[in-house]
């Protein structure tokens, strides 16, 4: 007979402090076992609910939006292990993801995979799936 390890109850987190909703029926995050799995994190202006008007801005607001989540569950970009990027121009934004990457891990990095998409959800054309550790607790 197998002998699992006790399992620790699963966080689902629909809201995070100034983070925009999701725009449908998804957990913005889920915790489990000391583990955080971000859904896709797009660049919304949390005024507005809509992607942000220039491609820079959506990439600075992902980042942004992906600290404060990591953040509100005990990890940071240093516990990140593993992050899908999606965009729509390769050619056009990856090289925006790769200075957003140096500026956000800063050599700490975690293993990413990047494809190319025809389409994204409200027309937009980036987004960032994470999954990190919680901090250890001190």
């Known amino acids: ?31 489990w076992n000391g583990m955080v799995f971000l859904s896709g994190v797009r660049g919304l202006d949390p005024a507005t609910g809509r992607p942000a008007e220039t491609l820079e801005a959506r990439i600075r607001l992902i980042f942004d939006h992906i600290d404060k989540t990591l953040q509100h569950h005990g990890a940071s970009f240093a516990t990140v292990l593993v992050t899908r990027v999606y965009v ?16 956000a891990f800063g050599g700490a990095w975690p293993t990413r995979t990047i494809v190319e998409v025809a389409g994204l959800n409200q027309d937009d054309d980036v987004e960032v799936e994470v999954v990190a550790a919680r901090r250890a607790a001190s």
């Open 1 to 31: 007979m197998r002998s699992f390890l006790p399992m620790s109850e699963i966080v689902r987190t629909l809201k995070v402090p100034d983070v925009p909703d999701a725009t449908g029926p998804w957990a913005r995050a889920v915790e």
């Open 88 to 103: 729509t121009d390769m050619a056009r934004i990856r090289p925006l993801i790769n200075d957003a990457y140096v500026a």
